[in-house]
């Protein structure tokens, strides 16, 4: 079983910045990771993802060269650094791990999934 817990999100004002964490436990060997948002009354949204053997990534259309999806193999720590953030970005941002590697961009992809943690984003 795999636990993840997501923190960093707020409030903070358009054009600002913030960096989302997500902490794994428990069998975390070898997973990649994604991240995903959903805003109310929206369908779920992908915004990143990360392979476990050589980092590659992938970003949703909306968050690309504004968002970087990174990890630290040694914590089991997934980073995701969100700059120049706009108020469409506000949405509960919740991390997921999956057993196959590779980047999956579904959310039907993933195994485990965080709580998730609010980001807004004021005008």
């Known amino acids: 079983q795999v636990q993840l817990v997501e923190s960093g999100g707020g409030l903070v004002q358009a054009g600002g910045s913030l960096r989302l964490s997500c902490a794994a436990s428990?069998?975390?060997?070898?997973?990649?990771m994604g991240w995903f948002r959903q805003a109310p009354g929206k369908e779920r949204e992908f915004v990143a993802a990360?392979?476990?053997?050589?980092?590659?990534?992938s970003y949703g259309a909306s968050v690309k060269g504004r968002f970087t999806i990174s990890k630290d193999n040694v914590n089991d720590t997934v980073y995701l650094q969100m700059n120049n953030l706009k108020p469409e970005d506000t949405a509960v941002y919740s991390c997921?791990?999956?057993?196959?590697?590779?980047?999956?961009?579904?959310?039907?992809?993933?195994?485990?999934w965080g709580q998730g943690t609010q980001v807004t984003v004021s005008s």
């Open positions: 428990g069998r975390t060997y070898r997973f990649p």
């Open positions: 990360i392979t476990w053997r050589d980092d590659r990534t």
């Open positions: 997921a791990a999956r057993f196959i590697d590779g980047l999956a961009t579904f959310g039907r992809s993933y195994n485990y």
